[in-house]
C-alpha cells in the first residue's frame, strides 16, 4: 500500500496543514503565499498542496537570516551611516 493511500505524505515531506503548524501560520496564509507566489517552495502531489521539509527549514533560514534583529550584519544600528552628497547645484544660467 502507497504513502498516499495511507493518507500520508511522500517521505521527506508534509501536506499544507501539517507545512502551517511547523510555519506558525494559518493554513489559509499558506494558501494565499502560495497563490502570489511568495513563502516555501511547494508542489502538487496526488492532487494535494505538498511541501518538503528541507524546503521549510530553508525557507525559515532565509526570514532569520533577513532579519534585522537576529541578524545584525543587516542591523540599522550596527551599520556605518552613509556618508551626506551634498545637494544638486543648478549651473549658473
Not at 5 to 18: D, I, K, S, Y
Request: hydrophobic residues 40%.
Amino acid at each position: 500500500m502507497t504513502a498516499i493511500m495511507r493518507g500520508r505524505a511522500p517521505e521527506g515531506c508534509v501536506w499544507l496543514p501539517e507545512a502551517a503548524k511547523r510555519l506558525g501560520v494559518e493554513p489559509s496564509t499558506l494558501r494565499k503565499w502560495r497563490h502570489r507566489r511568495v513563502g516555501p517552495a511547494s508542489f502538487k502531489h496526488a492532487g494535494r498542496v505538498t511541501y518538503e521539509v528541507q524546503a521549510l527549514a530553508d525557507y525559515l533560514d532565509a526570514c532569520k537570516a533577513a532579519d534585522s534583529r537576529s541578524n545584525t550584519a543587516v542591523a540599522p544600528a550596527t551599520r556605518k551611516p552613509r556618508p551626506h552628497l551634498p545637494a544638486r547645484t543648478r549651473p549658473a544660467a
